[in-house]
């Protein structure tokens, strides 16, 4: 079982940066992959990327990729995602998800966060 908690969300303008960072509790976090995923109202979540177990490995989807940066600290059980050019069309919930393998897919992640809310000023 892992309970996941996003932090740092917020109001930004375009251009700006953000950090957004995931707390994991229990003992066997480096056994998951962590994705980062989003959803705007009315869309379906999407995926924007995941890092592997010790971090080794990073795969962002197309329309993050170059702006966006996954990164995990084993030791204290986190997962961040730095977000740079945030564009008005980066608004949405982002979600940190856990799942025992590498996957693109929501449905395929087993745990998720609650959600923070990230809204990009024009």
């Known amino acids: 079982q892992v309970q996941l908690v996003e932090s740092g969300g917020g109001l930004v303008q375009a251009g700006g940066s953000l950090r957004l960072s995931c707390a994991a509790s229990?003992?066997?976090?480096?056994?998951?992959?962590m994705g980062w995923f989003r959803q705007a109202p009315g869309k379906d979540r999407e995926f924007l990327g995941w890092?592997?177990?010790?971090?080794?490995?990073?795969y962002y989807a197309d329309s993050v990729k170059g702006r966006f940066t996954i990164s995990r600290d084993n030791a204290k059980n986190t997962v961040d995602l730095q977000m740079n050019s945030l564009k008005p069309e980066d608004t949405a919930v982002y979600y940190c998800?856990?799942?025992?393998?590498?996957?693109?897919?929501?449905?395929?992640?087993?745990?998720w966060g609650q959600g923070t809310q990230v809204t990009v000023s024009s």
């Open positions: 998800a856990a799942h025992r393998d590498l996957s693109n897919r929501p449905e395929a992640y087993d745990y």
């Open positions: 229990g003992r066997t976090f480096s056994s998951y992959v």
């Open positions: 890092i592997s177990r010790y971090g080794g490995n990073t």
